[in-house]
Nanobody, 114 residues
Framework: EVQLVESGGGLVQPGGSLRLSCVASGFTFRSADMSWVRQSPGKGLEWVST???????AYQDSVEGRFTISRDNVKSTLYLEMNSLKTEDTAVYYCAQASNFDQRGQGTQVTVSS
């Protein structure tokens, strides 16, 4: 059974930083392309970033240069380092396999507010 457990969210002021983690189990993590997606109130699911099994990365334009995705295949853990946070980054953040955004964890709330 695939399990994804996100953590690390919280309340932060604009310009602040957070580091999200996602512990994965139930599949071969090192062979999986992994993504972060987010959902804001009243909006649909939005892709944020992907890291492929070969460590290539891609980012949504609005987070490029501010967010960094990484992975630790020994720990089966996906990370998202978020810097220079903006109010529009407020959302529930989820990790998922890049091939299936419908299978996500419970998410972690990120609130950027002064």
């Amino acid at each position: 059974e695939v399990q994804l457990v996100e953590s690390g969210g919280g309340l932060v002021q604009p310009g602040g930083s957070l580091r999200l983690s996602c512990v994965a189990s139930g599949f071969t993590f090192r062979s999986a392309d992994m993504s972060w997606v987010r959902q804001s109130p009243g909006k649909g699911l939005e892709w944020v970033s992907t890291i492929w099994r070969d460590d290539e990365t891609a980012y949504q334009d609005s987070v490029e240069g501010r967010f960094t995705i990484s992975r630790d295949n020994v720990k089966s853990t996906l990370y998202l380092e978020m810097n220079s946070l903006k109010t529009e980054d407020t959302a529930v953040y989820y990790c998922a396999q890049a091939s299936n955004f419908d299978q996500r964890g419970q998410g972690t709330q990120v609130t950027v507010s002064s």
